[in-house]
């Protein structure tokens, strides 16, 4: 934290000392060339714009401009959204908007200004137009990319424990949108004033900041000009700075996670496979199996490397579509701890958990401490934890979810010492309250751990 601070502060003085080099070397130009017309100095410029901040009419020509540019900037922010969202869930609509998003970001800003004061009648909100027209094409293509960037495996971990459409917006899709969407946002508000500032000087849209850089360039009055211009960079940064510390702010909000509503407890039926057969380009995997998982079991299954082990409880779990054959589970849900962890990186490891369990916070921990993880270890992102404490929360997971009546355990003691490995043994045989559970392992010590019966998967014959 200290540290920190120290940072920033050195940050702030570099960054003050360089402003203060470019200041100089202005003055000093200025002086050389000695005339006000094609260099004026800062500190003329300065008392220009103190002159100005005095007066009424300054404060009614920044609300006025301010207005026009940021209403065009939010509405392009919105409906930038609302057709992203339209275009990620629908080709049609992302064929239809492409060739217009790119014809909008390729085509001159001077051209639509020229074209928008053919078509408005009035001139007053031509900022309006224009920074939206610029802002759109930015905040449509981040925020698509963004939400088609969202995580597939975490994605296919929600479907399969039945995680409510808003939750599954909320926090899987939408950390993936959060960075694209803030870069655009950082883009356009850069962008909305430079553009929106240039259709008022084009259109001289009467009582803007436009008007009055059209009416120094018409006086010869650089210093006007100049102080104009800095009230204009002034401006931009400070809105961009508000809205993308807003907009954290929000993000940071959003991402916190809270409990689900409380489902009912799980049920199982028996997981009845029949005559099943899965392959992939050709190649079989799994051949005319026929098994039944009684309801409330714990079986290890176990069998060679590229056995088809995971794909036997991808089948299960109705994520894989057999080729052949039919697999019943009647209205079981499943819960999973996946061979690879498929945790919310930016949420610690309670979190995690709550993302699927209605459990109060204190019972989620004891569960995580009963894992052996230390108290730090539950509080910090599970990004910083190690493979074997991602992995314990993973486990905790998927035995803690709401209402689950069947887990899928794929090598859930994988990584983990011989300590921690009996630690989560015990958990999962304590947990799993009359559930049917499905263990995947290479080690025939579970099937002793557990104290479960071994399925062994036998190599599927030759030439088939
Ligand atoms: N999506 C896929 N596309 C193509 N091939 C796949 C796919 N999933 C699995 N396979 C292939 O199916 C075979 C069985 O894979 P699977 O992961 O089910 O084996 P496993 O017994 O779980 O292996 P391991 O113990 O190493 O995890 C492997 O040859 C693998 O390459």
Redesign the pocket.
């Known amino acids: 934290m200290m540290h920190s601070i120290t940072e920033r502060k050195k940050k702030i003085i570099v960054n003050g000392l360089a402003v203060c080099f470019w200041l100089l070397l202005w003055q000093a130009a200025s002086v050389c060339i000695g005339s006000d017309l094609l260099l004026v100095s800062p500190v003329k410029v300065l008392v220009t714009l103190a002159g100005l901040i005095t007066t009424g009419d300054f404060w009614a020509t920044v609300l006025f401009s301010t207005v026009r540019i940021l209403s065009g900037f939010v509405l392009a922010v919105l409906v930038g959204v609302v057709l992203a969202v339209l275009a990620a869930g629908s080709g049609v609509v992302r064929a239809l908007l492409r060739p217009l998003m790119v014809t909008v970001k390729s085509i001159p800003v001077a051209s639509f200004i020229i074209l928008a004061l053919l078509w408005l009648r009035n001139t007053g909100n031509l900022a309006v137009f224009i920074s939206f027209l610029m802002v759109l094409p930015i905040v449509y293509t981040n925020t698509l990319t963004g939400i088609r960037q969202a995580d597939a495996q975490l994605l296919e971990l929600a479907r399969l424990y039945r995680v409510p459409w808003g939750r599954t917006m909320r926090y899987i899709r939408l950390p993936a949108v959060l960075p694209p969407f803030r870069a655009a946002c950082a883009v356009g508000l850069g962008l909305c004033w430079k553009s929106g500032v240039a259709a008022e000087v084009i259109g001289i849209t009467s009582g803007s900041i436009g008007e009055k850089l059209y009416d120094a360039k018409l006086l010869f009055s650089t210093a006007e000009l100049l102080a104009w211009t800095v009230v204009i960079v002034l401006l931009s940064l400070c809105f961009e700075k508000l809205f993308l510390r807003a907009l954290d702010w929000a993000g940071r909000r959003a991402l916190r996670v809270t409990a689900p509503r409380p489902a009912e407890p799980g049920t199982a039926g028996p997981v009845r496979m029949e005559q099943v057969s899965k392959?992939?380009?050709g190649?079989p995997?799994l051949q005319d199996l026929s098994l039944e998982f009684p309801a409330g079991e714990m079986v290890c299954v176990m069998?060679?490397?590229?056995?088809?082990?995971?794909?036997?409880?991808?089948v299960v779990a109705g994520l894989?579509k057999p080729d052949r054959g039919t697999v019943s589970a009647g209205d079981t849900r499943f819960s999973a701890a996946f061979?690879e962890e498929r945790l919310l990186e930016y949420a610690d490891a309670v979190d995690n958990v709550r993302f699927v369990c209605s459990l109060p916070e204190q019972k989620i921990r004891d569960a995580l401490y009963s894992l052996g993880l230390e108290k730090d270890a539950c509080g910090r992102p599970v990004a910083e934890l190690s493979g074997g404490q991602r992995r314990r929360v993973a486990l905790a997971r998927a035995m803690l979810a709401d209402g689950a009546g069947a887990v899928l355990l794929?090598?859930p003691f994988k990584g983990l010492d011989e300590e921690a490995h009996r630690c989560a043994a015990r958990f999962v045989q304590e947990r799993r309250q009359g559930r049917t559970v499905l263990v995947?392992t290479?080690d025939a010590q579970d099937a002793q751990l557990l104290q479960a019966p071994v399925l062994s998967?036998e190599p599927v014959p030759h030439g088939h």
Do not use: N
């Open positions: 392959g992939f380009g190649a995997v069998g060679p490397s590229g056995q088809g082990k995971t794909t036997l409880l991808r894989l061979q794929d090598e995947v290479h998967l």
